[in-house]
């Protein structure tokens, strides 16, 4: 009998076993130092470039492909997909060790095989004016070959001219003047090239402060070297060579200033600029190569915008009075002259919502601790975001672990962290107009301790229909994509989507394991639609903390509209609690504390003390005075960070014993929020700033 076909899944799984048994003989070999360094580097491209296509091909197969039914399939498939990964991360591992940046004990070696590398050179090239024309075309298809074979880091010497100053910060560098000449002897993948002076010097020196070629004719006088009959090929690739030079020369020139930035900071070993490569900038790359992450996780787009833009996306920042296009006014803050309040002002779009959980969401799996689980969101037209980036931690059950939940219940206030009840301002005339919500993942990993910010998906839901109109309140279930905002058609785990289902009883599996988030819109009573009314324009933060933002709203609008001179004004206004009160919006914990001494303060009020504004701007002063502004300056208090459980611990253990240390003082001396709280020896506080105590409109108005 023939023998039977084997089916491509199994064809495969035997690829798989060649390239291992390759990948341990490589591993081996270089173990017992046999065979140099050069073959060893070589024989890692090419299997790395084999299990690579492996890999792709083995992703493209289906189980109609098979010839024969198989047994578990997709379990296999998957068991092929992280055996070949686990082999591209020891061959990756493997090509850093036999390719290290910078100068090693093989420099020496390096040298002298370039010096036999010339010498034999020119010993072909008197052979070759001997030869015929057809051997010489051998010649040069052979060196061809071996060129597009040759990697990166084992290149020829070649001259290259210093484009600045460089000064070696750590031993084995090398200090290089602009313009100074440089050989380099070799480049390698980090950037980082091997190079001599023409003082015989050798260290490492960034690629991005060189450009190809000597600029004062050294190539001209090396050239005259070599025999008249290779003159024409010569110069043919003299002219791409200063093509390719003006490329790079303007590559050069963008990433020059970065890597000054990069430099002027604290040194950094070599090794530990790969590493940060490896981990931090393409973290998703390698923990998805290791398979800890599922293959539609990205880095976190909103997370990366809290980071890099400053302010400009805090909730502290669109909390500031907003001037007008005149500078000499603003454009959303008035004041009613009759009641002496702040107008109340309507917009485009203002929508309460609450955030019921999330279903079907993956899990990183191993490899990383889960810090936090979160969903940021923010109003988003599909091009730019238009309001403050807000954060929503949920809440995790190990017995369910791909559903997230939201607004716990606990006794006390509900923390202004965990609040899925939110609103939305937004004065934005875009039709596409929506609200963005990004599922997020911050985690540490546990191989190196290195933190990270995850996308684990998003969804969008658009707050107009087709004609413009306004959506019902009712609850909306959003399917949750994979990718960044900006990527179409991408899924958040692979293996849900793997096939197409051919009955009923299928299609409604796989609907129910789609990662969805579910949104509910809601109405909201009469007085806090008032106070919304109240608020910025574009603004997006929870609704337990409407009160107080409306309060901060008036006070800002007496001292800027009603007791300042001239509109013209523009001197330092002492108040403390204009000038700090923004900051509680990026301190949730302090914002919950302000919250708490302001409902102990209401309890205690009357009826008509409710409805006397004046009297609770002066009552929400003292508060303010006598609980948060001192825990601002409370030397014990830790700096908030995100998703650190020790520091939130301790930050939560320092404001109750404050807060409960200035509660008993306050019904001991019958006084709140005066300022012989900062003068009681028993309470130490930081040093007052100016900063502090006066709020600059210039510099913080939008």
């Known amino acids: 009998m023939p023998p039977k076909r084997k089916g491509p899944l199994q064809l495969v799984k035997r690829e ?22 050069e073959d060893s580097f070589r024989r890692c491209q090419e299997v790395q470039m084999s299990a690579e296509k492996t890999l792709k091909r083995l992703k493209k197969l289906t189980k109609a492909d098979e010839l024969a039914p198989v047994g578990n399939y997709d379990q296999r498939k998957q068991e092929e997909e992280r055996r070949l990964q686990d082999i591209l991360e020891r061959i ?114 960034p690629k991005t402060y060189l450009k190809m070629g000597s600029g004062v004719g050294d190539e001209g006088e090396d050239e005259d070297d070599y025999n008249d009959e290779d003159d024409e090929k010569d110069n043919s690739n003299d002219e791409n060579e200063e ?66 833009e400053g302010v400009a996306y805090r909730g502290s920042h669109y909390v500031q009075p907003e001037l007008s296009q005149s500078q000499l006014s603003f454009s959303d803050l008035f004041l009613d002259p009759d009641t002496g309040r702040v107008r109340a002002r309507q917009v485009r779009i203002c929508v309460c919502f609450t955030l019921w959980s999330c279903r079907m969401i993956p899990t990183p799996g191993v490899g990383v601790q889960v810090l936090s689980r979160h969903i940021r969101l923010c109003a988003f037209d599909g091009t730019q975001v238009l309001s403050n980036i807000h954060t929503v931690r949920a809440t995790y059950n190990s017995k369910s672990p791909k559903t997230w939940s939201f607004s716990p219940k606990m006794t006390g206030i509900l923390p202004a962290l965990l609040d899925g009840d939110c609103f939305l301002r937004c004065n934005s005339a875009s039709p596409n107009l929506g609200i963005l919500f990004e599922l997020g993942v911050t985690f ?24 413009g109109n306004p959506l019902p309140n009712r609850t909306y279930e959003l399917p949750v994509n994979g990718g960044t905002p ?91 609690v204009l000038s700090t009160f923004p900051k509680l919006l990026d301190q949730p914990d302090l914002l919950d504390a302000l919250r708490s001494a302001w409902l102990d303060a209401e309890i205690h009020m009357s009826r008509a003390h409710k409805r006397d504004l004046s009297y609770l701007k002066q009552e929400f002063v003292k ?74 409109l210039l510099c913080v108005a939008r």
């Open 16 to 37: 798989v076993d060649e390239i291992r048994k390759q990948v341990d003989s490589l591993v081996k070999d270089v173990q017992s130092q046999d065979g140099s360094t």
């Open 92 to 205: 990756n591992t493997l090509s850093l060790e036999l390719s290290p940046p910078g100068p090693s004990t093989m420099a020496g070696d390096v040298s002298k095989e370039d010096g036999e590398d010339n010498e034999d050179e020119d010993d072909d090239d008197d052979e070759e004016e001997s030869d015929d024309d057809d051997d010489d075309d051998d010649d040069d298809d052979d060196k061809e070959e071996k060129q597009a074979l040759k990697p990166p880091s084992q290149s020829g010497p070649r001259i290259y001219t210093v484009l600045s100053d460089f000064k070696g910060e750590q031993e084995g560098d090398l200090s290089v003047q602009r313009g100074e000449v440089l050989r380099i002897i070799r480049m390698t993948t980090d950037g980082w090239w091997l190079a001599q002076d023409s003082k015989g010097n050798r260290g490492v020196v």
């Open 243 to 308: 093509e390719e030079s003006e490329e790079e020369e303007d590559q050069d020139d963008e990433e020059l200033a970065d890597d000054k930035e990069k430099q002027s900071g604290t040194s950094h070993s070599n090794w530990g600029t790969v590493r940060k490569a490896l981990t931090e900038l393409d973290a998703t790359d390698v923990l998805s190569a290791m398979g800890a992450i599922p293959s539609g996780f990205r880095p976190s787009t909103l997370n990366k915008l809290l980071m890099e």
């Open 444 to 467: 540490i990993r546990n191989s190196t301790g290195e933190r990270g910010d995850l996308s684990c998906g998003w969804a969008f839901l658009k707050l107009t229909d087709d004609a």
């Open 486 to 576: 900006y990527e179409k058609d991408v899924t958040v785990e692979a293996s849900v989507t793997r096939g197409s289902p051919a009955g009923v009883f299928q299609q409604l599996l796989q609907a129910r394991r789609q990662p969805k988030l579910l949104v509910k819109i809601k109405s909201v009573n009469s007085r806090i639609r008032a106070q919304l009314s109240l608020l910025p324009n574009s603004l997006l933060h929870c609704l337990s903390c409407v009160h107080l933002l409306a309060l901060h709203r008036q006070l800002l609008t007496d001292t800027l509209l009603m007791d300042r001179p001239t509109m013209q004004n523009a001197d330092l206004i002492c108040n403390p």
């Open 623 to 696: 508060v303010y005075m006598s609980s948060v502004y001192f825990l601002l300056h409370s030397p014990s208090l830790p700096c908030h960070r995100w998703a650190d459980p020790p520091s939130e611990e301790q930050r939560a253990r320092v404001i109750y014993s404050t807060l409960d240390a200035l509660k008993h003082t306050q019904h001991t001396t019958g006084q709140s929020g005066g300022p012989e709280v900062f003068l009681d020896p028993m309470h130490q506080h930081l040093a007052f700033d100016v900063s502090e105590l006066t709020f600059d």
